[in-house]
């Protein structure tokens, strides 16, 4: 069983900056892609920011140059650094990691969110 925990969103003035962290834990074989999402009010859920097992990177267009996803493979980690933040950035983000097990297949697995508000 394998389990996604997220911190450090919170409540930031616009330009500020935060660090998302999302650690996995449990058992399981490797991790594949690591990336985040995020969802706001009467929005569809979409993407930030994806990292693959070899470090490349792909960003959704509105957070291009502000935001950096970096993953730690020995604490099973990965990380968005989020800076020149605007209040459309506010929502909640979700980590999401795609886990590879023995036999090649994949498993799809959500953290549980937290709340990015960005307001003065």
């Known amino acids: 069983q394998v389990q996604l925990v997220e911190s450090g969103g919170g409540l930031v003035q616009p330009g500020g900056s935060l660090r998302l962290s999302c650690a996995a834990s449990g058992r399981f074989f490797s991790i594949s892609v690591m990336g985040w999402y995020r969802q706001a009010p009467g929005k569809q859920r979409e993407l930030v920011a994806l990292?693959?097992?070899?470090?490349?990177?792909n960003y959704a267009d509105s957070v291009k140059g502000r935001s950096t996803i970096s993953r730690d493979n020995a604490k099973n980690t990965v990380y968005l650094q989020m800076n020149s933040l605007k209040p459309e950035a506010t929502a909640v983000y979700y980590c999401?990691?795609?886990?590879?097990?023995?036999?090649?297949?994949?498993?799809?697995?959500w953290g549980q969110g937290t709340q990015v508000t960005v307001s003065s």
């Open positions: 999401n990691v795609v886990f590879l097990n023995p036999i090649g297949t994949d498993h799809n697995y």
């Open positions: 990292i693959s097992s070899g470090g490349s990177t």
